[in-house]
């Protein structure tokens, strides 16, 4: 009895100790600004499955693009679980080069390729929903999401699922990783994309 009372008590003390971590992370955390979060319209961009709705200004490759908030703020995106080719010559490209045996221009052509099915759903002032996972930013301070388009398709499972994008999953953001793997079997089954002769 005692020691189910100390549990109750424990658990009591965490949970505000939990929403002040949170809401440090979310609004005072030095050098973002996610107003939007509590914007006057959220309760209108909130879905059903807590997403929230942005405007696409530009892609930058298959699995980065820059969207609007409602307070007129551009944050850069990058899809949570997925990594295309690099569509220019950087070390990055270098490195999957040497990994894979491919010539680096091989590796940059397969980076535009991808760079231009991401854009193909992705025009300007297209509205996507995005959704977090446990660790919304990335190291270099972007915004990690799944991003659904308006029909509510999953651009990181379309990327995949046509191979034009590899499963990469960084803990702790594995929310879709058996669906990932799934489709990334299936596409490489099929020859599709990337994967294609």
């Not at 820059?66 to 949570?80: N, P, T, W």
């Not at 980076?111 to 759903?121: I, P």
């Not at 996972?133 to 972007?142: A, E, R, S």
């Amino acid at each position: 009895m005692g020691d189910r009372r100390t549990r109750k008590l424990s658990i009591k003390t965490l949970i505000p100790i939990a929403i002040l971590a949170l809401f440090y992370v979310f609004y005072k955390a030095p050098s973002r600004n996610f107003s939007f979060l509590s914007h006057n319209k959220t309760s209108e961009t909130v879905s059903s499955k807590n997403k929230l709705e942005f405007k696409v200004i530009r892609v930058i490759d298959g699995e980065t693009f820059v969207c609007q908030f409602a307070d007129g703020k551009e944050e850069h995106i990058r899809l949570i679980g997925v990594d295309t080719p690099e569509s220019k010559r950087n070390e990055k490209a270098e490195r999957d080069a040497s990994r894979t045996g491919q010539d680096i221009e091989t590796i940059i052509a397969q980076g535009k390729k991808a760079a231009s099915f991401t854009k193909s759903y992705l025009e300007p002032g297209t509205t996507v929903r995005l959704e977090f996972d446990v660790q919304p930013i990335d190291k270099y301070g972007g915004l990690l999401a799944y991003v659904y388009l308006p029909d509510g398709t999953m651009l990181n499972a379309l990327l995949v699922q046509e191979g034009y994008a590899q499963v990469m999953t960084v803990p702790p953001n594995m929310k879709y990783k058996d669906l990932f793997l799934k489709l990334q079997r299936e596409a490489r089954e099929q020859g599709k994309g990337l994967w294609g002769r």
